[in-house]
Each structure stands twice: as C-alpha cells, then as structure tokens.
C-alpha cells in the first residue's frame, strides 16, 4: 500500500491555533457542569448546615469563613454563573436568535464578561466590602 | 435477527428538549431566589430558614431540585457517552451517576421540607 506510507506535508501551527470565543464558552459550559456536579455533596452538605439548628448554623459559618472554602465557593459561584449565563445563549441560539458569526462572538464574550463581572459582585458582598 | 437502529432523526430529541425544559425552571427559580435574597431574605438564619420554609418556596424548591438531577443526569451522560468507549465501564458510570443524582435529590428534598 504505497499511498498509506507516502509521506503528506502537514500545515498545523499547533501554537498558533486558537479556539474562537464559542467554542471557549461552549468548553467552560462543560468544566463548570462537571465542577457544580462533583461539588454538590458539599453544597448539600452546607445547605443543610445553614438550615439547621443555632449550633449547625455557627458550623456553617466557621466552613464558610474559611479562606480555602471561600476560594472554592467562589469558584463554584462563578461555574453556577457561567452555567447560567452560557445556557441563556444556547438556548437563543436553539431558537435562532443571534446565530450570525459575528453577533455569536459577541455574545460569547458578553457571557465571559457578565459571569466573571457578577461573579466578583457576590465575591465582594461576600467580603463584606459594601 | 434485525438489529434495532440506536441512531437517527429524533433519537435523543426527548432528552434534549427535557435538558432545556429544567434549565428555564432552573433559571427562574435562580431569579426569583436572588431577588429575594437581595431582598433580606438571607440576612440572618431566622429570615433564611423564613424564606426557604415558606409555602411558595417549599412548593418550587423541589421542582429546582428535580429538575437539576435530570439536567445533570443528561449532562453527566453525555460525557461518559463522549469519553468513556469501553460499553461495561459506560453502563457501569451511569448507573452509579443515576443512583447519586437520586440520592442527592432525596437528601435535599428532605431538607427542605423538614423545616
């Protein structure tokens, strides 16, 4: 089988390839799913927590107060956002609003930017900054 | 033996509508749970218990929660079916994801409506 060994010149700039701001999205879409969905014991774990008696309560404040459990309700406050965000615009896309090339960017860079941006709002509300 | 055809037009459709059928409930009961946290509703344990041990609230929360455990079910699916081949360990993934996501739903419904 010649044709099998001939050697095919071969184009890809692997370090110049970039994935375009949907396609972006569309992977933080899946990232954040998985990260909501392995985080959930905890979430029920400190929604019961919070529910709880005045002891269970101070408990849920000690695990929020701390710094490391911060970082992570942070991180998994904006997968929910991004989530969020990202859903609204496939679900526009699914019914054919803004499917042109150029207005999809845009609203892929404006879920970018809306999640992140809200995302640091609760993060500051949280801190107690205002 | 005709083999059943497990592909084409309208195979999966019912799950796909579903997966975004629980992402409008799950997405205005995030609204409506926002605003009523902006609005005081979670400013100390009192008021939040108040706001989630309300009627309203104990009607829509288990239906936010029903419908997260299907939404991550097909979500969760769809990635053992992109990423796993090997059919026992697929199955095997699912079951396990399927029996998780009922026992996280069982959990939470539990939590709610015991206050």
């Given at each position: 089988m010649p044709e099998l060994t001939k050697q095919r010149p071969k184009y890809l700039a692997i370090n110049e390839i970039r994935l375009p701001v949907p396609g972006f999205v569309s992977i933080l879409h899946r990232v954040s799913g998985v990260g909501l969905f392995l985080a959930l014991p905890f979430l029920l774990c400190l929604l019961q927590l919070s529910l709880g008696s005045a002891a269970e309560f101070q408990t849920f404040k000690a695990i929020v107060g701390h710094p490391l459990a911060k970082l992570v309700l942070f991180g998994l406050c904006w997968a929910y956002l991004h989530h969020f965000c990202a859903g609204i615009r496939f679900l526009l896309l699914d019914v054919h609003?803004?499917?042109e090339k150029e207005q999809a960017r845009a609203s892929a860079k404006g879920v970018l930017v809306v999640s992140l941006g809200l995302t640091v709002i609760v993060a500051l509300k949280f801190l107690g900054v205002f | 033996m005709k083999a059943k055809i497990l592909?084409?037009?309208?195979?999966?459709l019912k799950d796909w509508i579903i997966q975004r059928a629980t992402a409008v409930v799950m997405a205005l009961y995030t609204l409506i749970l926002g605003i009523a946290i902006i609005a005081?509703?979670?400013?100390?344990q009192e008021s939040w218990r108040g706001l989630i041990g309300n009627g309203f609230f104990r009607f829509v929360t288990p239906l936010f929660i029903l419908s997260l455990a299907y939404h991550a079910w097909i979500g969760v699916r769809d990635l053992w079916m992109d990423y796993v081949k090997c059919t026992a360990v697929r199955l095997t993934l699912h079951v396990v994801t399927i029996l998780v996501l009922v026992g996280y739903a069982v959990w939470a419904v539990q939590i709610i409506w015991r206050l």
């Open positions: 609003v803004g499917i | 592909v084409g037009a309208h195979y999966g005081g509703g979670a400013d100390n």
